[in-house]
């Protein structure tokens, strides 16, 4: 059974810094890319980063050269290094496969790491 466990957010002032980190299991995680999306209030889910699995990495635009994913296949974990945070960026983190990604139900997604990000 997948097992995806986020953690790391927090409220955090404008221009502050977070890292989140996501804990897999119940499959391969060194074969799948690995994304990080995010879901503001009212707004739908979008991704930010993804790292393939051989470490290849892009970005919305939104976050590039302040967000930064990277993993460790040892540990089953991907991260995402957050700078120069701003109030826009306020959303429930979550991490998926691309694969996952595409079902909306609960089923897919794990619980979620709230970054709060004040002005």
């Known amino acids: 059974q997948v097992q995806l466990v986020e953690s790391g957010g927090g409220l955090v002032q404008a221009g502050g810094s977070l890292r989140l980190s996501c804990a897999a299991s119940?499959?391969?995680?060194?074969?799948?890319?690995m994304g990080w999306y995010r879901q503001a209030p009212g707004k739908q889910r979008e991704r930010v980063a993804l790292?393939?699995?051989?470490?290849?990495?892009n970005y919305a635009d939104s976050v590039k050269g302040r967000f930064t994913i990277s993993r460790d296949n040892a540990k089953n974990t991907v991260y995402l290094q957050m700078n120069s945070l701003k109030p826009e960026d306020t959303a429930v983190y979550y991490c998926?496969?691309?694969?996952?990604?595409?079902?909306?139900?609960?089923?897919?997604w794990g619980q979620g790491t709230q970054v709060t990000v004040s002005s």
């Open positions: 998926n496969t691309p694969l996952r990604a595409t079902y909306s139900s609960t089923a897919y």
């Open positions: 119940g499959f391969d995680f060194s074969i799948n890319a």
């Open positions: 790292i393939t699995s051989g470490g290849s990495t």
